[in-house]
């Protein structure tokens, strides 16, 4: 009976244990820099009602966030009360009012008007960065994953030496090789992003590699090329769009912590993590001046991921080829 | 299963040779002239190039990289270029701080991970559930330092019941350590949640039941044990984002550490310490991952069995 | 029975749950009772204290300082210039000489001295009763050694520069030294007051060798005990203490039993430390806090003046467009200091005037308000000089842009980048184009030696005059000069006010050295440095000395 029972046990395929040889570098477990939330076992089991509006209403809401910031980035002119750089040294680190809605920092400016300014360099960045990682590192996974034998494993070992080196030491010897700038942060931020898409979409094509769909284009003589760019890169690209989601808020959080630790740009239209740097030392006396750039950070992350999780549980249901 | 672990033990040993080697390539690419910096506010040209070449600094990049590398193997990490002290008494004495700052995090974030994973799991749908997953959706978003920044102001200033400054005591890490691991706990407690969540719609359990165990007895004998394997899973790869937040943690709790050091010694173009700073970093992340695939066959007693048949 | 193929009963899980995440919720309601089990005690005054107001001994003090981000600690007095290194070393070493008020000099080390008419020598007589930490006696020869270690180029030590013309020193008797000079050296007893001439233990100097800055040992009331890099260093009492310079509120060995500097170099975290008791004592308190901490009943201020070259603007006199000195001229009256000054410290720093801080021999009054913000003659002048505005608002000449490249190195360090962003913006206003180039500190150096900058700033803590000279002179250049001109008649001027002995006519020499860096553009000052000491009100008795470095020699604690 006892034998029984261990043997039901056993041979349960939990999902979360993985084939032996690779852990180093196929873990099937989620991995947290794709931010798992449920996961599709809500579709087997009857939801509570209350769950999916939940979900729609905070989706819409993240929506909402970001179309807001977008609005920012492209068209501050629009919105912000006065110019960023305008400096009033008689209104210095007063507290919120009819004539400063989120207050006023240190040299006088605006924070209304320097949030929403400094949208555009905060996702200006996050955007390039992602683009930037999410194309190499896409590429690295596509080449390593279909190729297999030694060019998987050189380029695995390298993308492991990647990941040994922590993320913040590499980003800041990049940053302090170069003369600071906007490019030099986003080439930091996404040198650092790039064996997380590596991994990942090297799992997913070798799960795919020996599917019959492939074998048949094979068969019927398209090109390595072809097929990577017809079949395998769509079949990938739910979880390249997750990735990359999640991926913006990542990078907005490593550009802040750049900041933070002095690396940022010190530029008249700062981004939200250098007003963030610039205020700190207020935040028991003017807490506004460190409270809104946090909170647009913050809010903006909140959204992404949000958007990020959304777009997971509706493209990659339950069983689908791919990672968690 | 021995041939396995020596073939990680083998890839690991390349990793971490492999890290030193993309710092090595990375910094000689930095402009800058640690001898000037050495060299000091007084001195004259003559001075800079007598101490560029008593550091070895005008050889070849080849033979630095050789005689770096050579150096490692033997122990020794050379000299810091800056303060003349050999770098691995300096790092080995930073070393702990950070080590020590970095496990008791993510202990924390182990603990308070599988505690919020489970709490959610069994109030799945239901609003401590969603307080959770909420809360852990802020923490992730929130920008680390100001976190810290405020987990000061709460916890020290306000209420008093923490310190800030490390004074030897258990109780001045316990505010850093809850910082740098509460992000990380995020992910463990992710991964638990989905897992237990799974798993409870397995068969197997209900299979369980059906046979007569108990609640308890399928919750922490089965369930349980499955989801703190995926969690130990997880700490391979959390290591490297712990190391990672330390940098942060530590310059804003005025600690000693690794991080510190490293970021002050990549100003200066410092590459012994740099690059044992690195060294140490990639060691305990292979390590730490060594471990952990290793534990998987005491915990998993299929991969056990898999092994006594290829040995046949 | 159970359908196999629906999930467990829902209701039955749930009470299961309850009890398995119990336990859980015990751990964790264990855990925080344990973290919040003592309070923090702050030093906090009660009514007791009013009644033991005289000091104490004992107690240990931790004072959270400003350290900037170092990587070690460099505790040998000769080799640092850094401010933060010497706020430590004062309490170690002492020094031959202790600076009073009025530009006099009291004994300390040394109980008399004589000059000689020609001032070419100086003649100290040394106590007899002075020990090193490590128990070697303080005599004639120590102090010659201290001299002719510094002196020897070899040794590469900074002090160098603190001891000028010096030329050699013989040992009259075990506790006479005489010092000779090749030429007057006029800084020489302000200097001699300075930690950065403080007295050094040969036997130990010569024991440890390059490791001497890890194991300093001198004279001071207080001992070195340990140093954890970069994060803190330990000093305790030194027992046999009893030759306190002439001004201390006592003699005898020092109040405290140990001092505990913490490197906290985040302006919040520093503020933190203080409030929640964890600090007896600060320093360095930001502006925004000072006010609040001025005011309140729980803690106690204290201010001085930095002794200083203040932090002021050095345009590069070496590259063009800065050559022409109507262009500096054109930048210096687009800049409205009193504002911008003001805005940033609230009021707790003074704008400066002068390169020399109010309270350096020879500073020239006559300097304060001698120029007013004029940008519209300043537009005027750029205007003359052929720089037009263009589209964007920067002024461009020959096609080029009226670009400022300023390299900074501190980072944010006294608000000193927070000063230039709104100084940038000022400028921008007129049309000059100001970037802030942020370098480490390596390439920092590199650059500023090749010269690749148009505009520097920094200051340099030093007690007499002189200091002008070691920036602006043509003739004195290291790799770090700030300064770039090379005007005869300030090299002239500065030359004579080192050499001249006389007070007077030093002060006429200096009055016009630093007319001529204002009015030349060499040099625009920005601000005064009030160093600040915030303490806790149990404790008492931390003191800023003339140089405006921290003493705790007659610090205590309440009990």
Same mark, same amino acid.
């Given at each position: 009976m006892k034998e029984a029972l261990e043997q039901v046990a056993a041979s349960v395929?939990?999902?979360?244990?993985?084939?032996?040889?690779d852990e180093l570098s196929?873990?099937?477990?989620?991995?947290? =820099?794709?931010?798992?939330?449920?996961?599709?076992a809500q579709s087997s089991k009857p939801m509570a009602a209350g769950g999916s509006r939940l979900q729609a209403w905070t989706a819409s809401a993240a929506g909402l966030v970001i179309a807001t910031v977008l609005l920012w980035a492209i068209a501050p002119e629009l919105i912000a009360? $006065?110019?960023?750089?305008q400096m009033d040294g008689?209104?210095?680190?007063?507290?919120? =009012? =009819?004539?400063h809605w989120l207050g006023t920092d240190q040299f006088g400016r605006d924070v209304g008007s320097l949030v929403v300014y400094g949208a555009r360099q905060s996702v200006l960045m996050a955007i390039f960065a992602v683009l930037i990682s999410c194309s190499c590192g896409v590429a690295l996974g596509l080449v390593a994953g279909y190729t297999g034998g030694a060019c998987d494993m050189l380029l695995m070992r390298a993308v492991d030496v990647w990941m040994a080196i922590p993320n913040i030491l590499l980003a800041i010897a990049i940053c302090t090789a170069l003369d600071p700038s906007l490019h030099t942060t986003i080439l930091a931020v996404s040198v650092t992003a790039i064996p997380r898409y590596a991994r990942v979409l090297r799992a997913q094509v070798m799960a795919i590699r020996a599917r019959p769909f492939i074998l048949a284009a094979r068969a019927s003589g398209a090109s390595h090329a072809s097929i990577l760019r017809r079949h395998v890169l769509p079949h990938c690209s739910s979880t390249i769009l997750v990735l990359a989601t999640l991926g913006v808020g990542s990078a907005i959080l490593l550009g802040s912590s750049l900041s933070f630790l002095g690396l940022g740009i010190n530029d008249e239209r700062p981004d939200w993590g250098y007003l963030l740097t610039q205020g700190r030392? $207020?935040?028991?006396?003017?807490?506004w001046t460190v409270t809104f750039p946090g909170l647009a950070i913050t809010l903006l992350v909140i959204a992404v991921n949000t958007l990020g999780d959304a777009l997971r549980r509706r493209l990659e249901p339950r069983g689908a080829a791919g990672t968690r | 299963m021995m041939r396995r672990v020596l073939g990680r033990l083998a890839a690991s040993v390349g990793v971490v040779f492999g890290a030193v080697t993309l710092i090595f390539l990375i910094l000689n690419w930095l402009p800058g002239d640690p001898a000037a910096l050495i060299a000091g506010?007084?001195?004259s040209p003559e001075t800079v190039e007598q101490i560029r070449a008593q550091l070895n600094l005008d050889r070849p990049l080849w033979d630095q990289y050789r005689d770096c590398l050579i150096g490692i193997t033997r122990g020794d990490l050379g000299r810091?270029?800056?303060?003349?002290?050999p770098v691995a008494t300096r790092l080995l004495a930073q070393f702990p701080a950070t080590l020590s700052l970095t496990l008791s995090a993510g202990l924390i974030a182990l603990v308070l991970g599988v505690t919020l994973g489970v709490l959610s799991a069994r109030f799945h749908g239901r609003w401590p559930d969603q307080l959770i997953q909420l809360s852990a959706l802020s923490v992730v978003s929130v920008p680390p330092f100001w976190l810290g920044l405020l987990a000061i102001l709460c916890f020290?200033?306000?209420?008093?019941?923490?310190?800030?400054?490390?004074?030897?005591?258990f109780r001045a890490d316990i505010l850093p350590s809850t910082c740098l691991g509460l992000v990380v706990s995020v992910h463990f407690m992710r991964m638990v949640r989905s897992n237990v969540l799974d798993q409870l719609h397995e068969p197997y359990v209900t299979a369980l039941r059906a046979k007569g165990l108990g609640q308890a007895r399928v919750f922490y004998v089965h369930v349980l044990r499955n989801a703190l394997i995926a969690a130990v899973t997880l700490l391979g790869v959390v290591i490297g984002e712990l190391l990672s937040g330390a940098v942060v943690i530590e310059t804003l709790f005025a600690r000693q550490g690794l991080g510190r050091v490293a970021v002050e010694a990549i100003s200066q173009k410092d590459l012994p310490v740099v690059q044992g700073a690195i060294l140490l970093a990639s060691i305990t992340y292979v390590v730490v991952n060594l471990l952990v695939d290793v534990s998987y066959v005491w915990i998993d007693p299929r991969l056990r069995t898999d092994s006594l048949r290829g040995a046949r | 029975m159970t359908d196999v193929t629906r999930p467990p009963s829902i209701e039955g899980t749930q009470r299961h749950r309850e009890r398995c995440a119990a336990p859980w919720l015990a751990l964790c309601a264990a855990l925080v009772a344990v973290a919040c089990?003592?309070?923090?005690?702050?030093?906090k005054s009660s009514a007791a204290t009013e009644a033991s107001s005289s000091p104490r001994a004992g107690g240990e003090l931790i004072f959270a300082f400003d350290?900037?981000?170092? /990587?070690?600690?460099?505790?040998?007095p000769h080799k640092s210039a850094f401010a933060p290194h010497h706020r430590v070393m004062r309490s170690v070493f002492d020094s031959l000489i202790v600076a009073q008020p009025d530009h006099q000099f009291g004994p300390w080390l040394a109980k008399s001295w004589e000059i000689a008419p020609d001032g070419l020598s100086y003649t100290f007589h040394l106590r007899d009763d002075v020990l090193f930490h490590d128990g070697t006696p303080f005599d004639a020869a120590a102090v010659k050694w201290n001299l002719d270690r510094i002196k020897?180029?070899?040794?590469?030590?900074?002090a160098l520069a603190d001891i000028g013309t010096y030329d050699s020193s013989s040992v009259?008797?075990?506790?006479t030294v005489r010092v000779q000079f090749s030429r007057p050296y006029a800084p020489f007893l302000a200097n001699l007051s300075k930690s950065s001439l403080g007295m050094v233990s040969p036997t130990a100097a010569r024991k440890y060798g390059d490791e001497f800055p890890l194991h300093p040992v001198g004279t001071g009331p207080f001992k070195f005990k340990s140093l954890q890099p970069a994060t803190e260093i330990v000093l305790e009492r030194?027992?046999?203490?009893?030759?306190?310079?002439?001004?201390?509120?006592? @003699?005898?060995?020092?109040?405290?039993?140990r001092i505990v500097f913490k490197n906290v170099p985040e302006e919040a975290t520093r503020m933190a430390v203080l409030q929640s008791g964890q600090a007896g004592a600060v320093d360095l308190i930001p502006p925004q806090n000072l006010a609040s901490l001025r005011t309140s009943r729980d803690y106690h201020v204290v201010e001085g003046e930095l002794?200083?070259?203040?932090?002021s603007l050095y345009l590069n006199v070496e590259r063009e467009p800065w050559r022409d000195p109507r262009i500096r001229e054109a930048f210096k009256l687009t800049l409205d200091l009193d504002a911008a000054v003001r805005t940033i410290y609230l009021g707790t720093q003074a704008r400066a005037?002068?390169?020399? /801080?109010? /309270?350096?021999?020879?500073?020239?009054? @006559?300097?304060?308000?001698?120029w007013r913000p004029d940008p519209a003659r300043a537009a005027q002048l750029l205007d003359e000089l052929g720089w037009k505005k263009g589209a964007d608002g920067v002024r461009v000449r020959d096609g080029k842009r009226l670009t400022i490249v300023f390299l900074d190195t501190?980072?944010?360090?006294?608000?000193r980048l927070d000063l230039i962003t709104v100084l940038r913006r000022q400028l921008r206003d007129n049309g000059f184009d100001l970037r802030i180039d942020t370098q480490p500190a390596g390439l920092y150096l590199a650059k500023s030696a090749s010269g690749d900058f148009d505009l520097l700033a920094g200051s340099l803590f030093a007690?007499?005059?002189?200091?002008l000279r070691r920036t602006h002179s043509g003739k004195v250049r290291t790799v770090t000069s700030v300064s770039r001109a090379d005007d005869p008649e300030l090299n002239q001027l500065l030359e004579d006010g080192c050499n001249q002995l006389d007070d007077e006519k030093r002060k006429q020499i200096y009055s016009r050295a630093q007319h001529l860096i204002v009015e030349r553009g060499y040099g625009i000052p920005a601000y005064v440095l009030m160093y600040s000491v915030a303490a806790a009100?149990?404790?008492?008795?931390i003191a800023i000395e003339q140089h405006g470095f921290p003493v705790f020699y007659d610090a205590w604690i309440h009990a």
């Open positions: 395929p939990v999902a979360t244990l993985h084939a032996p040889q196929e873990p099937r477990v989620a991995r947290p =820099s794709e931010r798992v939330v449920a996961p599709a009360p $006065y110019a960023p750089t008689s209104a210095i680190l007063l507290a919120p =009012s =009819s004539r030392g $207020y935040l028991t006396v003017a807490w | 506010d007084a001195a810091s270029y800056v303060t003349r002290e020290s200033v306000y209420l008093g019941w923490l310190p800030v400054l490390g004074d030897g005591g | 089990g003592s309070r923090a005690e702050p030093v350290g900037a981000a170092v /990587s070690q600690f460099a505790l040998d020897d180029p070899k040794n590469a030590l900074i009259i008797d075990p506790h030194n027992a046999a203490y009893h030759w306190a310079p002439s001004g201390a509120a006592h @003699t005898g060995p020092a109040w405290l039993e002794l200083n070259q203040n932090y005037w002068s390169p020399l /801080s109010p /309270s350096i021999f020879g500073y020239d009054k @006559t300097l304060e308000h001698s501190q980072g944010n360090r006294e608000k007690p007499d005059p002189d200091v009100r149990g404790v008492e008795g």
